[in-house]
C-alpha cells in the first residue's frame, strides 16, 4: 500500500553535493508534511528538512543554508538537494510522511511525528 523509496545516497567528500530522491507510493503529499530525517550509528533520529502544509520548509539548524527538500507533485517524489557536505552529514537518511493533517503540527522536525518511513540511503561525507 504505502512505500517510500530512497535513493541517491552515495560516497562523497566534504565539500560535495549529493541529491536524494524519494519515490512515494500509495499516498499522496496532500495535507500531508513530508520529507527528510537521519540517523548515525549511536545517535538518536533527528529531522533534517520538511515540507508542511502549503508547501513551507523547515530545516535543521546544522544544514540550514546547505539541504535544500523540495517535492514534485505530479510525480510524488521528494528531494534533497545537498551542498557543502561535511563529515557530520555522515548517516542514514530516511524519508518519511505524517498521516493526513487539519492543521500545522508543532514539531515538523520530531521523528514521532511521522508515520510512513522509507528503508534509508546511506550517505557517507570522507574528510
Known amino acids: 500500500q504505502v512505500q517510500l523509496v530512497e535513493s541517491g545516497g552515495g560516497s562523497v567528500q566534504a565539500g560535495g553535493s549529493l541529491k536524494l530522491s524519494c519515490a512515494v507510493s500509495g499516498i499522496t503529499f496532500r495535507s500531508r508534511y513530508m520529507g527528510w530525517f537521519r540517523q548515525a550509528p549511536g545517535k538518536e533520529r533527528e529531522g533534517v528538512a520538511v515540507?508542511?502544509?502549503?508547501?513551507?520548509?523547515y530545516s535543521a539548524d546544522s544544514v540550514k543554508g546547505r539541504f535544500t527538500v523540495s517535492q514534485d507533485n505530479s510525480k510524488n517524489t521528494l528531494y534533497l538537494q545537498m551542498n557543502t557536505l561535511k563529515p557530520e552529514d555522515t548517516a542514514v537518511y530516511y524519508c518519511a510522511a505524517t498521516i493526513t493533517q487539519i492543521g500545522n503540527i508543532k514539531t515538523p522536525l520530531s521523528a514521532s511525528e511521522y508515520n510512513y518511513w522509507g528503508q534509508g540511503t546511506q550517505v557517507t561525507v570522507s574528510s
Open positions: 515540507i508542511g502544509l502549503g508547501g513551507g520548509t
